[in-house]
């Protein structure tokens, strides 16, 4: 039997929308306060999805504290109260919370092996989510 | 095609134990989910059917009638209940969150009267849940 498990996280972590090539009118009408200069910061919650099949020993898709430590490890301790513009990950590419969805599922995907990972959605606000699913 | 989701809730107790376990290994594996005096959780169960709108109703499912099943098939038999103790589909089946997703989704198939189950979700506490599709 094939069933479906999600772990909310919280971390809160600052940001600034603003991209290199764009000149500062372009930035502010791509991005709008977004792009004030000195960044602002979000309380994010992270959905992880894994799926696959329910070990009948355990009646489990997996070990939930190994998925816990996973992610504590690989993005909360990571993530948690810096700035993204300043992580490796977002050297090459605007910390929007898209971007920052498909980070945090591109790590996750190499290093959380015990299941498969189905998603990864980010809360930016309670107003705001994005997912990501890898590629297609 | 519409889904349509209705949310329930019921609050049960349990305990993660496998007797083929020894109780070192059923304590390494489950952790605290394995004191056998059980602890419990307010479960939120969420329904969702799937199906065309009736143009004479405008309905994909009556949710009044809808409400009575999950109440009669799933809140009677689990709220306030020891999930080992007194539900018999968890005497030989430990009541994880998934197990509890496929249980509900087997109470529930054979009593939509065609209405076509798409998704149990339960929440074992508002940042944990598992979902079941029906897979094999």
């Not at chain 1, 690989?74 to 993204?84: A, G, K, P, S, Y």
């Not at chain 1, 959380?112 to 959605?121: E, H, N, P």
């Not at chain 2, 304590?27 to 059980?38: D, H, I, L, Q, T």
Request: aromatic content about 12%.
């Amino acid at each position: 039997m094939r069933a479906y498990l999600s772990r909310r996280y919280r971390l809160s972590a600052s940001h600034r929308l603003y991209r290199q090539g764009f000149s500062d009118e372009q930035n502010f009408a791509a991005y709008g306060k977004c792009a004030n200069p000195h960044g602002h910061g979000h309380n994010y919650v992270v959905e992880v999805t894994v799926g696959g099949a329910v070990h009948p020993a355990t009646g489990m898709v997996c070990d939930l504290g190994e998925l816990d430590d996973c992610v504590r490890k690989e993005i909360v301790d990571r993530f948690d109260h810096t700035n993204l513009n300043l992580d490796p990950a977002f050297r090459e590419v605007v910390p929007t919370t898209e971007n920052f969805s498909i980070a945090i599922y591109d790590r996750l995907s190499s290093v959380f092996l015990a299941a498969k990972l189905i998603r990864v959605r980010v809360e930016e606000t309670s107003n705001n989510s994005f997912e990501y699913a890898g590629k297609k | 095609m519409i889904l349509l989701t209705r949310k329930a809730e019921f609050s049960a107790s349990h305990f993660y134990w496998n007797d083929a376990f020894s109780p070192e290994e059923n304590e390494r594996v489950f952790g605290k989910c394995a004191n056998r005096n059980g602890h419990g959780h307010n479960y939120t169960v969420e329904v969702t059917v799937e199906g065309e709108v009736d143009r004479e109703t405008g309905f994909v499912v009556d949710l009044k009638w809808l409400k009575g099943v999950m109440d009669h098939e799933v809140v009677q038999v689990y709220d306030h209940r020891h999930l080992n103790l007194e539900v018999p589909e968890f005497r030989q089946t430990i009541p994880t969150t998934e197990n509890i997703a496929i249980a509900i989704w087997r109470r529930l198939e054979q009593k939509l009267n065609g209405a076509r189950l798409h998704r149990v979700r339960v929440y074992e506490m508002p940042d944990l849940f598992a979902d079941y599709y029906g897979e094999p």
